[in-house]
C-alpha cells in the first residue's frame, strides 16, 4: 500500500522540527523514496527484495547468487546507500529543500529505512 511506504517515526518524543518535517514533506518523501528505488538496478531492487521482504539470510543470498557472504552484505550495503543518495538528489532537485532540512528528511528515512524498504518492495 503506497500509503505505508515510508513508516515514519511515531509522533512520541518528536522533536518541532521533525514534527514539521513529517507533515510538510511527508508526500514529497513517498515520491522521493519510491523514485530511489526504482532508480536501482535490477540486481540491487532483487537483493534488497530477497533480504528485506523474502526474509532471506546473507549466507543464504550467497548460496543463491553464488558469492561470499561478505560480497551480499556489500552488495546490500551499496544498495541502502544508493537508496539514500537517490532520495537526497530528488528532494533536492523536486522540492528544494534546504541542506539542513534536507539531511534532516535523509536522517528521518534512514531511521526507519530496513521497515521502508519492506513495506515499499513488498507492494511491488
Known amino acids: ?10 509522533s512520541d518524543g518528536d ?20 523514485a530511489a528505488i526504482a532508480a536501482l538496478g535490477p540486481r540491487d531492487r532483487t537483493l534488497l527484495r530477497q533480504h528485506y521482504v523474502d526474509g532471506l539470510s546473507l549466507d543464504a543470498l550467497a548460496a543463491l547468487h553464488g ?19 537517490g532520495l537526497r538528489r530528488h528532494l533536492r532537485a523536486a522540492v528544494g529543500l534546504e541542506q539542513d532540512h534536507l539531511e534532516s528528511a ?3 528515512v534512514r ?3 530496513d521497515l521502508s524498504l519492506s513495506r515499499h518492495l513488498r507492494s511491488r
Do not use: M, N
Open 15 to 34: 522533536t518541532p522540527e521533525l514534527r514539521l518535517l513529517k507533515e510538510r514533506y511527508r508526500g514529497d518523501l513517498k515520491e522521493a523514496f519510491a
Open 1 to 10: 500500500d503506497d500509503s505505508e511506504t515510508l513508516a515514519l517515526l511515531p
Open 111 to 113: 531511521s526507519q529505512l
Open 106 to 108: 535523509v536522517e528521518l
Open 67 to 85: 558469492v561470499h557472504r561478505a560480497t551480499c552484505a556489500r552488495w546490500i550495503a551499496a544498495a541502502r546507500d544508493d537508496v539514500l543518495s
